[in-house]
Structure formats: structure tokens, C-alpha cells
């Protein structure tokens, strides 16, 4: 055959496959979804054994997907508030049985002429067993994991029926479990005695650990369509994944790899268009032909791009973000396209030896970032029930109080797309566990990789967030096998040969299994084993090494001052209780259960079964007094808790670079109770929150006393140096000065300074310790950048006056302003409208003597229910055991 008929010949099969990877002659369209979410039933399993007592529970009824039983049940009015009063205590057997879901939806017949239809289930919770038209496609075991199976085959034009049977976990699991020779350690053990002591099933399913009960929250079993589902239909070509690769970047060059996964039914040559817009607007755009082969692809596209525009953690730069769009077509048609919103940086976890043994800092662009945040728990009991714009109130609310790092802590399940989205606009910083909440995994195989797809789905899904700084194993499983009572007592319990077999389990899943599944997808993002741990290179939760978490004070009852005594490289965990502000207390209780150990309080308070509110009073009275009434008690816990975390936070940054991180625990709640939380459930701030933005400030003065001595520290996050002045002053609590110092100082840029150190003599100038207190202020060109008050003696201990507050509450015609004035020194001044919801631009601060503050408030009621339901405290009037003093 001549050589321009083999030419001929040649291109006529290239053009006959790419015309079948277009679609034929039709150019059919890329992926279609049809959203299959609407017009869910459920019901309560026939054969259950719940059936007899709930037979409310067994006709069809109106089912939301997204959704869980719960809410469900909820919404068909067949249960109260699952929050309200002790209804947690008889809404448990609604996760110790079985329910079905079934939805009958239309197939045209254009989509079943495509050559792939599949069912997409983005989640389901948890044992489910899905049917279609009568036949079984699949048995899900894996909440945290999508479900994807081809259909086709199965549907028919018009009507379809798809059923899911979801099966109790517990119900599944305790009659195994309790055949075996020992039951691993798990976390919490149920108060409503549905599992034996010790004997706990959620080690073994991967399902959302909180949902059994946690020491902050309820114990709900949530079954369920938790994620959307849908119908692809695709042909000849699907686009799996789209990714930009950031092999490189500083602030000269991005090198950038376009990586894309392309299933083709056969091969053929594509057209690969891959464009970009800047943040700046600009646009560039590259093409190239590639050759597709049957089956999977994997095809990639180098990127460089000069100067970029990189994306910083908030305070640090800009949040720029690239958009990028990949196209595959054909005969200049469309075959498939994909959309990746991400930000050019570099992140390093940066572990240097040097005098304080290991370093544990984050670095990104270059430059090491002192962490300043808190832990994150899931935003509600029942997932589905989160809005978008529910979550972008807790995150603002993170970034308003000066945080830049958020923990995503391992009980949990991982967040949403849009979650993450948010992150990065706001330039929070994300250390994401994997979903281990601290009970000992299985070591069985089966179980490890159910464990690797997941996490393989996860950090596919996830990878392109900026926002990400770290993937993590879990959340204190080494440290808890390695100090923790039970766990001790459970390795003495098994045989050293099963006891080796267990422990080389977790270090093959969290030290090899979760670590390569980062590194093969997420290469630019740094992998830690546990926290606290040492990533294995020795025993976790060290001072000296790694992460630490720091639980004396409050679990172990040590005095806040305790926080003084250790300096970890990184505190990734702390905390201090409260509880939420009484217009929340009130939203689960009635005006009988307002009394601390009252059935109801203890049934919302988790710590310790219901004894955490003894452990509040515990530290209230040791600081403060006896609580003059149940608000007193309310607003002295949330003063201990505030003062506590800040003594605590600040001590952390004054220590620079020794410590690189601050999370306290916990940002938010999962429902309405006594918790860690510095913002309640439904988005309120407490005293820690206002406090926050104060102790996490990009500049602070911090006045550390201890042992009679008192170090005065300047922090800055700035990366670059100034010029300020410092200006103490000692007074009296009705404003007598009596002493007064202002120096000039040079604040160094990403560091922590210490400009003084005064014994209690020296500091005060003779002043009584019960009635006076000392001011620092720093000022930049003369404007007040940071001020703190310190005082000698506890607060127990000081004579406070009755501080004269007076209040007025007008309109100047932008807004509401709320002026607060104060004769004498008033201490953590609270103000609420009662059950009006209002949000003030500050709360939770220290007055001077005749000093005045303007506050901006945010309201939908009216100024005259504003002003009649004003209220004002301080600490001067919120206990039994001082009398006001003039």
C-alpha cells in the first residue's frame, strides 16, 4: 500500500474514534445529572422490634434528603425538640432500630440511551442496603465515603422505585461484639445503658463518633440519606477528577501541574484546553492534543506562572484565589469540563531541633505563622440541619475574633465543599483530622482499607483547598493507648502477642496507611500521625516534641495557674467550661431546671455524667465566690472560663518561638449546653469569644504574673518592626492615680518581647493590692493598639465598688450606639437584652474609672424593647460573699 494511503487510512480510524468519543455524529452532551433528593417516604422497619411500641412510626411518610431519622421524625411531628429538657433521654430507640426510604422517580427515555447511567449516593449513614427496581446494588458500611454504581442496566422509561434500607449500628454490631474474646477501648460509654460498660460497637463502623455521645454533647444515632443522591449519565467519556498540582511555589515562580483523570471507552485523540484567570482578572489559556487510551487516563498539563498571586493566611496578605477551567473536546465539541478554585502557597511544618528540643511551626510563603485559633466539632447533632449560612456565622466568627488556624478535630465527620470554600476566603488556616475520635481502630484488613478509600476520597475531594495546612491520623489515640487508665488496664487484659497485634495496627493505619495516601495525593500538604503525638518518633503529648494537649486544669482539677508551669512547641488542645447565655439556657429549659445541678442542667451538661457543673462551681468559687443566683452562676463561668483561656493563650504567645500554637478546645457546639465553647449553638458569643479578639490581636501587650513577679511581654504577628510608646500606670479602684510610666519601645517583627519584669513591690508603688490594679497601654503614633489590666490579688480577693454603670441606648443615624460609662473600675462588664437577640461590636470588658465606650448595635427589634429589656452586669454584684463596696 502506498504510504499517503497509509496516511489516508490512519487518519480516517483517528477521526472515526474521535467522532465516538464525541458522541457520535449527534455530539452528544457531556455528563448530564439528574438530582434525585426530592420526594423521599420513611418509615419505621416492620419487622423492627420497635415496631409494637412505635406503631405511630410505621405508615410512609415525607422524608428529606439530605436528612437523617431524627429530623425526619422530627418534622412529621412524631418526636419534640430532640434539645429540649431530657427528650434525649426518650428519642434513644430511635437509634437502635432499622428504617426504610424509598422514592419513585422518572427516567426519560434520552437518558437511558446514553451509553453510561449511574447511581451517585454522596452519603449514606451508615449500614445500608440499597435496591433498585427490586434488585440489591449495594451494602454501604461507610459514612464517611460516596457510593457510585452503574444502572443502566436496570431502569426502565417512567417510573422507578429505589429503596434503602438503613440497619441500627449498635443493633448490627453488640451481638457480635459480644461473642468476641475482648472489646476494644473505645470512648464514652452510653448513659442509657443500650451498650454493656466497655462494651462499645463504634470502634468498629466508620460512622461519625460524636453521634454516640461525647462529654459536650447528646447521644444521637443519626440514620440516614445524609448527602445528595443522583442519576450521571455519560457517553464514551467521563471526567473523574481535576486537580492543580502546586509542585512549586514562591513568590517569583508557581509551578503548577494540571493532573485530570479521563475514563474513555476507547481511545482516540482530545483536544485538552486548560485556562486560568488571575485574581487580578487576567487570563491565560494553554491546548494541547492528547491521545486517550481505553480505560482510565491519566493526564496532566505543566503550569508556570510568574509573580503569582499567592493566597496568605488572614493578617498575613490578600486570600488571592485562581480560577481554573479544564475542557476535553472533540470535533470542536464539548466532551466533559471541570472548575477548581484554588490558591497558589507553600506550606512546610517546620521541625528544627534547637535549645527547647523539637520545633512545631507552621510556615507558609516562607514565613513561620504563630497559630492562633481553636478546635472545631461538628456544627449540630443532626448534620443535615447545617446551612451555609450557619457555618459561615461560626467561621466569621473565628476570623472577627483574630483567629487564623482552625482544627478540625477527628469526632467529627469532614465538612462540606462549601465549608472549605469559605475557609479559604477567609484565610483560616485548616488542621484536618481524619476521623478517628481517640477509640482503638481494628487491625483487620478489611477494615484498614474501608479506611484507605474513604481517606483517598477525602483528600481527593479536598486537596485544592488552600485553607488545608495539615492532614492528620486522629485525635488522641496514640497518647490515650499510651496513658490512658482503661487502655493499660485492656493490654494487661489480652495476651502480649494480641496486645503487639493491635498496637502494630494503629501504626500501620495512621503511621503508614493515611501518611501514603497524603503523599500520594496531597503532596504539598505535610501529614502528622496523631495529635498530640511526636509523628512516632517517640511517645506523644511531650512538652519538647510535637503537639500537646494540655488537660490539668479542668479535667484534673489544677489551679488555672497551672497553665504557667509548662511551655509545649505547639498546644493544640485546652480548655475551660461555661455555660451559654441565659436567653440559650432558656431555649432548652423551663424556669424550674434553672438551678446548676437541677435534672435538666445536669442532663446538658456531658462532662463526668452531669458533675461538670460541680467542677464550674469548683473553679467559680476558688476565683471568684459563691454565685449570688443561677445568672450569677451562668455569667462567673463564663468569666472564669474567659480569663482563663486568655491567661493560658497568652502565656503560649509571650513564649515565641518556644510555642507556635494556640487552639483552645472548643470553637462551637453541636446543641444547646454547658461545654468548652466559646461560641454556643446558635452562634452567640460568650465572654471568651470578645475575649479572643483581644488576646489574639495582631499586636498585644501581655502581662504575665506568677510567683510575685510579673513579665511584660510585646507580641506581634506583624512582619514587619515599629516604633510604639508603653505607657503603665497604677491606680486606685475610684481612678486614683498613683503611679505612672511611659518609655518609647521597638516592637520586632514575629516575635514576642519582653520589656519588663517587676516584683509586686515595684509594680504597684505601695499601693493596696485589694483596691488598686496596674494599666498597660500600647500606642503606635499615638493610638492605643493594645491595653491590659493586671491585678496582684485574685479576683475573689479584691475589693470592688459598686462600678456606677449607667447606659444609654440611641439612634445617630447609621445605627444603633449603645454608650456605657463607668464611675469606678468595672470588671468584665456583660450586657444582653434578655431574649432579644442583639449583636454588640464589644462585650466582656474591663472599664476605667470615668471612662466611656461607644458600642455599635445590631438588632432586629426595635430601640424601645432594646431599652426596656437592657441589661448590665459586673463583677462587682455577682456574689453571695462581698458586699458592694462604695
Excluded at 147 to 172: C, D
Excluded at 196 to 216: F, I, M
Excluded at 492 to 503: D, N
Aim: aromatic share 10%; proline share 5%; with cysteine.
Amino acid at each position: 500500500m502506498p504510504k499517503a494511503q497509509q496516511r489516508v487510512r490512519a487518519w480516517r480510524g483517528w477521526a472515526a474514534a474521535v467522532l465516538m468519543l464525541a458522541g457520535g455524529q449527534a455530539f452528544a452532551d457531556s455528563l448530564v445529572k439528574q438530582s434525585l433528593d426530592d420526594g423521599w417516604q420513611f418509615r419505621l422497619a416492620p419487622h423492627s422490634e420497635a415496631a409494637k411500641a412505635h406503631q405511630e412510626a410505621l405508615p410512609w411518610r415525607k422524608a428529606s434528603v439530605p436528612g437523617s431519622v431524627q429530623t425526619d421524625l422530627l418534622a412529621s411531628g412524631l418526636i419534640g425538640d430532640p434539645f429540649f429538657r431530657d427528650n434525649e433521654a426518650k428519642l434513644q430507640w430511635i437509634g437502635l432500630t432499622d428504617w426504610d426510604y424509598r422514592l419513585s422517580f422518572k427516567v426519560d427515555a434520552a437518558t437511558l440511551q446514553r451509553d453510561h447511567v449511574e447511581l451517585v449516593f454522596d452519603g449514606l449513614d451508615t449500614f445500608a442496603d440499597v435496591s433498585l427496581n427490586g434488585r440489591k446494588l449495594l451494602a454501604a458500611d461507610n459514612m464517611f465515603r460516596s457510593w457510585r454504581v452503574p444502572v443502566k442496566g436496570l431502569l426502565h422509561a417512567g417510573e422507578n422505585s429505589l429503596q434503602v434500607e438503613l440497619h441500627s449500628p449498635i443493633a448490627r454490631l453488640l451481638p457480635w461484639l459480644l461473642k468476641q474474646p475482648y472489646a476494644l477501648p473505645g470512648e464514652f460509654d452510653s448513659a442509657f445503658g443500650d451498650e454493656p460498660k466497655g462494651k462499645q460497637t463504634s470502634n468498629y463502623v466508620r460512622k461519625a463518633n460524636y453521634q454516640y455521645g461525647w462529654d459536650w454533647g447528646p447521644r444521637y444515632l443519626t440514620a440516614g440519606i445524609w448527602q445528595p443522591v443522583r442519576l450521571e449519565s455519560w457517553d464514551r467519556l467521563r471526567l473523574v477528577d481535576f486537580h492543580v498540582a502546586q509542585q512549586h511555589v514562591d513568590a517569583e515562580t508557581a509551578q503548577l501541574q494540571a493532573q485530570l483523570n479521563v475514563h474513555a471507552d476507547q481511545a482516540g485523540r482530545a483536544q485538552l484546553q486548560l485556562s486560568w484567570t488571575a485574581p487580578d482578572g487576567s487570563q491565560r489559556d494553554v491546548s494541547q492534543e492528547v491521545s486517550l487510551t481505553k480505560g482510565d487516563n491519566a493526564l496532566s498539563v505543566p503550569i508556570r506562572i510568574e509573580q503569582p498571586q499567592r493566597w496568605w493566611p488572614t493578617g498575613y496578605g490578600p486570600q488571592n484565589l485562581y480560577h481554573f477551567r479544564a475542557q476535553l473536546s472533540a470535533g470542536g465539541k464539548e466532551l466533559a469540563s471541570a472548575e477548581r478554585d484554588t490558591g497558589l502557597r507553600s506550606v512546610e511544618l517546620r521541625r528544627q531541633k534547637d535549645q527547647w528540643g523539637r520545633s512545631f511551626a507552621f510556615v507558609v510563603n516562607g514565613v513561620p505563622m504563630f497559630a492562633k485559633g481553636a478546635n472545631l466539632i461538628p456544627f449540630d447533632s443532626f448534620p443535615a440541619r447545617v446551612t451555609d449560612e450557619s457555618m459561615q456565622q461560626i467561621l466569621q466568627s473565628a476570623h472577627d475574633a483574630n483567629m487564623n488556624m482552625l482544627r478540625m478535630w477527628g469526632g467529627g465527620h469532614y465538612q462540606s465543599d462549601a465549608f472549605y470554600a469559605m475557609a479559604d476566603k477567609l484565610g483560616l488556616m485548616i488542621w484536618q483530622d481524619f476521623m478517628f475520635g481517640g477509640a482503638i481502630p481494628p487491625y483487620d484488613e478489611a477494615y484498614r482499607e474501608n479506611t484507605r478509600i474513604e481517606a483517598t476520597e477525602q483528600v481527593t475531594r479536598l486537596r485544592d483547598h488552600p485553607s488545608i495546612v495539615l492532614w492528620c491520623g486522629n485525635n488522641e489515640v496514640q497518647t490515650g493507648w499510651e496513658s490512658w487508665p482503661d487502655r493499660k488496664k485492656f493490654m494487661q487484659s489480652i495476651a502480649p502477642a494480641e496486645r503487639e497485634r493491635v498496637e502494630q495496627g494503629m501504626k500501620t493505619l495512621f503511621g503508614e496507611t493515611l501518611r501514603n495516601v497524603v503523599h500520594q495525593y496531597a503532596p504539598d500538604v505535610p501529614y502528622w500521625a496523631s495529635s498530640p503525638s511526636t509523628d512516632y518518633e517517640g511517645e506523644a503529648n511531650q512538652l519538647d516534641n510535637g503537639d500537646y494537649h494540655s488537660w490539668s486544669v479542668w479535667s484534673g482539677s489544677k489551679p488555672i495557674e497551672d497553665y504557667l508551669t509548662s511551655t509545649p512547641r505547639f498546644q493544640s488542645e485546652y480548655g475551660l467550661q461555661s455555660f451559654p447565655v441565659m436567653a440559650t439556657v432558656k431555649a432548652f429549659a423551663d424556669e424550674a431546671d434553672l438551678s446548676p445541678n437541677s435534672p435538666v442542667m445536669r442532663a446538658h451538661q456531658k462532662f463526668a455524667n452531669g458533675d461538670g457543673n460541680d467542677r464550674l462551681l469548683f473553679y467559680i468559687r476558688k476565683y471568684y465566690g459563691e454565685p449570688k443566683d443561677f445568672e450569677s452562676f451562668v455569667y462567673l463561668s463564663q468569666v472564669m472560663q474567659a480569663e482563663g483561656i486568655e491567661l493560658a493563650a497568652e502565656h503560649l504567645r509571650s513564649t515565641r518561638p518556644q510555642a507556635m500554637g494556640s487552639l483552645y478546645w472548643q470553637l462551637n457546639d453541636v446543641w444547646p449546653g454547658a461545654s468548652w465553647s466559646s461560641v454556643d449553638y446558635f452562634g452567640r458569643w460568650k465572654a471568651l469569644q470578645f475575649h479572643a479578639r483581644r488576646f489574639y490581636a495582631p499586636v498585644r501587650v501581655a502581662p504575665i504574673r506568677r510567683d510575685g513577679r510579673s513579665e511584660v511581654f510585646l507580641i506581634s504577628d506583624r512582619t514587619t518592626p515599629f516604633d510604639a510608646q508603653l505607657r503603665t500606670r497604677v491606680m486606685g479602684m475610684d481612678g486614683k492615680l498613683v503611679h505612672e510610666h511611659t518609655e518609647s519601645v521597638h516592637v520586632p517583627e514575629l516575635a514576642s518581647t519582653r520589656v519588663a519584669e517587676l516584683s509586686d513591690a515595684d509594680l504597684l508603688h505601695g499601693a493596696d493590692p485589694h483596691r488598686s490594679f496596674a494599666v498597660f497601654e500600647l500606642s503606635e503614633a499615638s493610638k492605643p493598639v493594645s491595653r491590659h489590666l493586671l491585678f496582684v490579688d485574685p479576683a475573689i480577693e479584691l475589693q470592688l465598688p459598686d462600678p456606677g454603670l449607667q447606659a444609654e441606648l440611641r439612634d445617630n443615624g447609621h445605627g444603633l450606639v449603645l454608650s456605657v460609662s463607668a464611675k469606678r473600675l468595672a470588671r468584665e462588664v456583660w450586657i444582653d437584652f434578655g431574649s432579644l437577640d442583639a449583636t454588640l461590636s464589644d462585650n466582656a470588658f474591663d472599664l476605667l474609672p470615668g471612662e466611656k465606650v461607644e458600642l455599635q448595635v445590631t438588632s432586629k427589634a426595635h430601640a424601645d424593647e432594646l431599652r426596656k429589656a437592657l441589661h448590665l452586669r459586673s463583677l462587682a454584684d455577682a456574689t453571695k460573699s462581698k458586699e458592694t463596696k462604695q
